[in-house]
């Protein structure tokens, strides 16, 4: 089998994905870093500052322990796919770098940046489902509360049940969004453009 020969030339495509590459990796390794040094971050960060009403800034307060008490329930795991995030990140960075550089092994790299991102995107969705669905089942009353202000007791299932839904909802899109990323990076670097780009004959 020949061995992959460095590019002499960076098509369009090869840049628009290397910046996403880019992008991606940069943005997955600070993510990961901020939540193996604070779990907890991330649930203050999606709370936000915005201005409340009073029974809202009340309901934060009730819910914030709660939250808090989720966290440490599953900061072991939280804290082993924030380092499996990080090597991903990492990962990724460098074999955007490969791809810049025209290294004969990015086309391997991009292609191993795939198919680790797919296993990672899959592996994690359990965990953040998990979580997401307890927190919805403990603090759903305080989330409606905060999300849309106080309800009437007889709408307050639907309010739960809407949260609940789309939190599942969130998670799942960034998961299909994280794993067509990946998809693309196998169709251009497996595909007929890649191996042409790294002078390898096409089957």
């Given amino acids: 089998m020949p061995y992959p020969q460095p590019p002499t ?19 997955t390794l600070v993510h ?7 779990p907890s971050a991330l649930t203050r960060q999606a709370l936000g500052n915005e201005a409340r009403s009073p029974a809202a800034e009340e309901a934060v307060r009730k819910l914030e322990p709660m939250l808090k008490e989720i966290i440490d329930r599953h900061r072991t795991a939280l804290h082993a796919n924030a ?45 953040m489902v998990r979580v997401l669905e307890e927190t919805v089942t403990a603090a759903g009353p305080l989330l409606a509360e905060v999300v849309a202000g106080p309800v009437a007791a007889r709408s307050q299932a639907e309010q739960i049940a809407s949260l609940r839904w789309s939190a599942a909802a969130v998670s799942v899109f960034f998961v299909a969004l994280g794993i067509g990323w990946c998809v693309l990076l196998l169709v251009y670097f497996g595909g007929r453009r890649g191996r042409e780009l790294y002078g390898i004959p096409l089957r």
């Avoid at 990961?32 to 604070?38: M, Q, S």
């Avoid at 490969?98 to 359990?126: F, H, W």
């Fill in 83 to 127: 380092i499996a995030e990080i090597v991903f990140g990492l990962f990724t960075l460098y074999a955007v770098a490969a791809v810049l550089s025209r290294d004969r092994n990015g086309r391997r790299l991009a292609l191993g940046t795939a198919v680790i991102g797919i296993i990672y995107e899959v592996a994690g969705l359990p965990l």
């Fill in 9 to 27: 030339h960076r098509p369009l495509w090869l840049i628009v994905l290397s910046a996403t590459m880019l992008v991606f990796g940069g943005v």
């Fill in 32 to 38: 990961g870093l901020t939540t193996l040094r604070d």
